[in-house]
């Protein structure tokens, strides 16, 4: 008897999360990291790292943050639309006060 071939198995990859300044604070941490099987939206992976720190003020932190996607600023765009591909590091800055 022949054994099917086993169905390709999807290799979850990473993307990184980086806070500074305010959201670190918020966050408790300076960084997370999510598991993906996929590129995932900007609005979407934003919602899983809510769920990471339930209660804390997070949520109000990076609805003010400028944000990047590796070096790519991308605030003005809508979360929505914005693809965050496996291996990206995504940072959260608050506004800083001062010069």
Do not use: N
């Not at 790519?72 to 965050?84: C, H, I």
């Amino acid at each position: 008897m022949v054994t099917p071939p086993e169905p390709p198995r999807s290799e979850t990859q990473v993307i990184e999360a980086r806070y500074w300044a305010g959201a670190k604070q918020a966050a408790g941490t300076d960084a997370d990291r999510l598991e993906v099987e996929g590129p995932v939206t900007l609005a979407d992976l934003q919602q899983r790292l809510l769920g990471l720190h339930p209660g804390a003020r997070l949520g109000d932190v990076l609805a003010v943050c400028s944000v990047l996607v590796d070096d790519r600023p991308v605030t003005t765009e809508d979360p929505g639309e914005v693809v965050v591909s496996p291996g990206s590091t995504v940072q959260f800055l608050p506004p800083f006060a001062g010069g």
